[in-house]
């Protein structure tokens, strides 16, 4: 099945195709079971104290959604696309479109999609990984490591979006290969879809895990943020608590609030071991990160110096490498009316941690997760939105 080349060009199709018991195919057998096959390859150890993973007790908090390394990049890209909206910017719009970096995302899924069910709806794959993050593996074997995967669902209005985050770790059967049966492969972490066949297998692995059409792929260096804080003259953010950074220079943070370039941002929002809540606790600070970064680039202050917004966008577009068919002048023009308090965020329905095959894996909510994808699909998901219970979080606060 092809792909829309542009936003809103799909076309109307037949419903998604269905597994055992009428669920979406990625989620036969959900939850899983612990004695299923985990495939070779670097799926990734249990993680240790501070992780946020506690085999077999859910978080029960307020769950915050796993923004990981691509935190600030739905909204850069949106705010890109607000920015340059105007006719008169058009031709700019287009020179920052040459100036992203592509790559051929569904190469080799060449059957077995699911249906785009719905005309001018669109989703897109968010692939974050940290080309400089101290914590990320050494391994250079898959240029496409990814700390966490988020799904942008933007209605056929074009009025809103949502944003849904799979955590890293979810326990996924992964396909045998880039057009594989769905059911072919055996279950890991979610993120071991790099290892096994790069981005096309990511896509496809998503795809069979919710039985949602994906339009288009963004790849993010959450690294190159640096330079778009920079860029915008920094952004304020939130201590809740004293620490010293475990990472060189090992800065010190003091509790309120303080004024961060984009080096001690990026640290600040990369900590976790301090903090009691671990993985959560460094969701919410990106979290608070990606709002102070919209506020300031929608700011009189960066719209009205031509010279900020300048650097603003080429860093932006720097960070980002989208699939070959990805437009951002025409991401520009059909999404102009959407703003950051348009913007939900929410994390895939899970039943938190446990432990499965010897390894501290994330476990889907199996009822709730195929409720969700299924409004996804038919793009309802105003009406998943009132009816569910699901904590989701406004990009305003």
């Known amino acids: 099945m092809s792909r829309a080349s542009v936003p809103g060009s799909g076309r109307a199709a037949g419903g998604p195709v269905q597994g055992r018991a009428g669920a979406p195919r990625g989620y036969d057998d959900w939850p899983p079971r612990g004695s299923a096959g985990t495939p070779r390859g670097p799926v990734g150890p249990p993680r240790g104290p501070g992780g946020g993973d506690r085999p077999g ?3 029960k908090g307020k769950r915050k959604p796993r923004w990981g390394r691509i935190a600030a990049v739905a909204a850069a890209v949106l705010v890109v696309g607000a920015l340059i909206a105007g006719v008169s910017l058009y031709g700019y719009a287009d020179g920052l479109n040459d100036d992203l970096k592509r790559t051929n995302a569904f190469e080799d899924i060449t059957k077995g999609r699911p249906a785009k069910t719905v005309d001018g709806a669109l989703n897109i794959l968010l692939v974050g990984s940290d080309s400089r993050d101290p914590d990320a593996s050494k391994d250079d074997t898959n240029q496409w490591r990814a700390d966490t995967l988020i799904v942008m669902h933007i209605p056929a209005d074009h009025k809103s979006a949502q944003l849904v985050s799979i955590p890293r770790d979810l326990w996924v059967q992964i396909p045998s290969g880039n057009s594989a049966e769905c059911s072919s492969g055996s279950r890991a972490k979610i ?3 790099f290892a096994f066949g790069g981005l096309p297998r990511a896509v496809r692995t998503v795809e069979c895990m919710t039985d949602v059409h994906l339009d288009h792929v963004l790849a993010i260096d959450f690294g190159g943020f640096k330079e778009v804080t ?5 952004v304020d953010l939130k201590v809740e608590q004293s620490i010293t950074s475990i990472h060189k220079p090992y800065r010190k943070f003091k509790k309120g609030t303080m004024h961060m370039n984009g080096a001690e941002a990026l640290d600040w929002i990369r900590q976790r071991k301090q903090f009691a ?3 959560f606790a460094r969701m919410q600070h990106q979290q608070d990160f990606l709002k102070a970064l919209m506020d300031k680039a929608a700011s009189t202050g960066t719209l009205s110096n031509p010279g900020k917004l300048n650097d603003f966008l080429k860093a932006t577009t720097s960070a980002i490498t989208a699939d070959q068919d990805f437009s951002l002048t025409d991401m520009a023009l059909q999404f102009r009316s959407l703003r950051g308090e348009n913007l939900t ?4 329905p899970n039943l938190g941690s446990q432990t499965i095959s010897g390894q501290s894996v994330v476990v889907s909510d199996r009822e709730k997760a195929l409720a969700l994808y299924k409004a996804m699909a038919a793009d309802k998901m105003d009406e998943w939105m009132t009816s ?5 979080s406004r990009a305003n606060g």
């Open 57 to 59: 007790r859910p978080y």
């Open 345 to 348: 965020f929410i994390t895939s």
């Open 388 to 392: 569910t219970k699901t904590p989701s």
């Open 191 to 193: 993120n071991a879809a």
């Open 277 to 279: 809540r671990g993985d």
């Open 230 to 234: 920079d860029a915008l003259g920094g």
